[in-house]
């Protein structure tokens, strides 16, 4: 409890908020939408539990996850964090597959520049095909997104303003 008044969490479970509060330090009075959302989505006895079985040096960590988790179970009730992280693996995946095509359309490029000359007399039939099976595939090789969930999220449903306090 700092000074007089209680922290968030006591104002709102309207309880008299002692020295030895396990909230307080994690939520000040300044700030009582932040307690608000986690006793809604976790309920208070749950992280205090929590707390109570974390090291100290842990909880601010903790908290921090918990409100984050309870942001993203507000906006999204199914998924949660998993729909933004789902939704975040599908953008690397699109990105991973446009880079492969951008590098696939720059080698061959360089190649139609730079053609190379076979030389007769050291030519290794075995070798012909040697591009293809070994220098190509790197460009070609992308992450699948097939078990990627597509959730509806936008940028700014992740990284909006409101989702981490």
Do not use: W
Request: proline share 7%; aromatic share 10%; glycine share 4%.
């Amino acid at each position: 409890m700092a000074g007089n008044s209680p922290c968030a969490s006591c104002k709102l479970l309207r309880r008299r908020c002692t020295r030895d509060c396990i909230f307080a330090p994690y939520f000040p009075s300044s700030d009582p939408q932040k307690f608000a959302l986690v006793h809604k989505v976790f309920g208070a006895s749950n992280v205090s539990k929590m707390l109570q079985e974390l090291p100290f040096h842990q909880r601010a960590d903790a908290v921090s996850s918990l409100v984050y988790e309870a942001h993203a179970r507000v906006r999204d009730p199914v998924y949660g964090c998993v729909g933004a992280i789902s939704y975040l693996q599908n953008q690397v995946s699109e990105l991973q597959m446009q880079l492969a095509v951008a590098q696939a359309e720059i080698f061959c490029i360089q190649m139609q520049q730079e053609p190379v000359m076979p030389n007769p007399e050291t030519e290794d039939p075995d070798q012909k095909s040697y591009l293809l099976q070994n220098e190509l595939p790197q460009y070609l090789n992308y992450a699948s997104s097939s078990n990627v969930i597509y959730d509806s999220l936008s940028r700014d449903n992740i990284f909006g303003h409101d989702m981490v306090s």
